[in-house]
């Protein structure tokens, strides 16, 4: 099993930063890949930026150049930093771990106003 915890959602205006963290607990050497997908009012869930266990990374093209995935040193915590966010930006933000199954984290909701 799993643990996804989220944290540093908030409010932020246009044109301003924030970075996300998601620390994972329990069994974290079966992760193979760590990202984050977000949820817009009415959307789908999509996703944002992912980083495998060998170091790999992707990112969904809108999001390139604004948006850096990077994991921390012991690889049980991925960060997600975002910059000159956009009102289209707002969602809540979910932490993804995939192995054997996937996992989730509760969310963080990021509010970008206008």
């Known amino acids: 099993q799993v643990r996804l915890v989220e944290s540093g959602g908030g409010l932020v205006q246009a044109g301003g930063s924030l970075r996300l963290s998601c620390a994972a607990s329990g069994s974290i050497f079966s992760l193979l890949v760590m990202g984050w997908y977000r949820q817009a009012p009415g959307k789908q869930r999509e996703s944002v930026a992912s980083i495998t266990s060998g170091g790999s990374i992707n990112y969904a093209d809108s999001l390139k150049g604004r948006f850096t995935i990077s994991r921390g040193n012991a690889k049980s915590t991925v960060y997600l930093q975002m910059n000159d966010l956009k009102a289209e930006d707002t969602a809540v933000y979910y932490c993804?771990?995939?192995?054997?199954?996937?996992?989730w984290g509760q969310g963080t909701q990021v509010t970008v106003s206008s």
């Open positions: 993804h771990g995939s192995g054997a199954r996937d996992y």
